[in-house]
């Protein structure tokens, strides 16, 4: 349907929160050499997630099932690119909520079966993206959209989410949070010996001002919304740290990237995409950006592994 686009530029910087992974290594039973060796030579990658790390729209797409809207440009493929890594396997779904860990997924044209079905005692690397649609952010975003037009530079986005007194959106991320940590306890129980990377979402918006009309968010509206991904990215985070996996703080790390941005420099598409990738989402720059966001990661892992080897008892 598009263009193969040309293979973009690795980001020189390295936005990742490796929360005490010696710590971890030592809380969660890990023994310091064997996560050294599956972090640095992983032989069965598992690649779980919704829609930002499945890449809808992006080319190609594969076709099982077609409805997934699964990218062969996604970060999950281009990260076993770079680990050059055989075996492995991607059910990433557009739509995917924490139920779909251990629930099929009805999907146009088919159905995406558990995705916990992929993990094997045997599976050593997995990656996860998960709990926007369990927040229903894209419903919060069109919600936004729509009442902009009433207010262009007020925020009357945040006056109806904070309407008597309690903030709907912190609430929800609030619920999910118990949701994300039975699916990070989940991996761990199949996958014992996995190391496990919870990927954040890319920044959609900037922290100040936007760019109303051509994202048409009404300003005052737009640091309350990069507000609640930033709670949700703490929220990650936090569980993340509190079951032994390592968080990859996309957010962070894509700062200047926003929808905001111009062609080119834009991880993220806005309303009217300009480039291949669906409302909102990330293009295929923003993947390869999460791919090596999540390269540095391990390469992280790894050295605080060599670090909890080396110190004195």
């Not at 990742?16 to 050499?33: D, M």
């Not at 916990?116 to 998960?130: E, H, M, Y």
């Not at 950006?289 to 992280?300: K, P, Q, S």
């Amino acid at each position: 349907m598009f263009d193969q686009l040309p293979e973009a530029s690795l980001p020189t910087y390295r936005h990742v929160i490796i929360a005490a992974a010696a710590t971890v290594l030592a809380l969660v039973g890990f023994p310091a050499s064997a996560g050294a060796r599956s972090a640095s030579s992983p032989k069965h990658y598992v690649a779980l997630g919704d829609s930002y790390a499945a890449g809808p729209l992006i080319p190609m797409l594969r076709t099982d099932p077609t409805g997934c809207e699964r990218s062969t440009m996604n970060y999950p493929a281009r990260l076993a690119a770079a680990l050059h890594i055989r075996d492995y396997t991607d059910v990433s779904c557009s739509g995917a909520t924490t139920v779909n860990m251990t629930a099929p997924q009805p999907v146009p044209r088919g159905t995406n079966p558990p995705q916990f079905n992929a993990l094997r005692p045997d599976t050593d690397l997995v990656t996860l993206t998960i709990s926007g649609n369990d927040i229903g952010f894209a419903d919060i975003l069109v919600t936004c959209v729509g009442l902009s037009a009433t207010d262009p530079f007020g925020n009357p986005c945040a006056q109806q989410a904070t309407a008597g007194g309690t903030d709907r959106y912190t609430q929800r991320i609030a619920a999910a949070a118990p949701k994300v940590a039975r699916v990070l306890q989940g991996i761990r129980t199949r996958s014992p010996r996995a190391t496990v990377l919870l990927v954040g979402y890319l920044r959609i918006l900037p922290p100040a001002l936007g760019c109303y009309p051509v994202l048409p968010i009404a300003r005052r509206d737009v640091p309350y919304l990069d507000g609640v991904e930033q709670q949700l990215t703490a929220m990650l985070a936090g569980q993340a740290f509190n079951h032994g996996a390592v968080f990859v703080d996309s957010s962070a790390g894509s700062l200047g990237h926003d929808a905001c941005q111009l062609p080119g420099v834009k991880w993220v598409e806005g309303t009217v995409p300009t480039s291949p990738a669906a409302l909102m989402h990330p293009n295929a720059t923003g993947m390869q950006a999460v791919a090596t966001f999540v390269v540095d990661a391990l390469r992280g892992r790894d050295e605080a592994a060599t670090l909890s080897r080396r110190a004195p008892d």
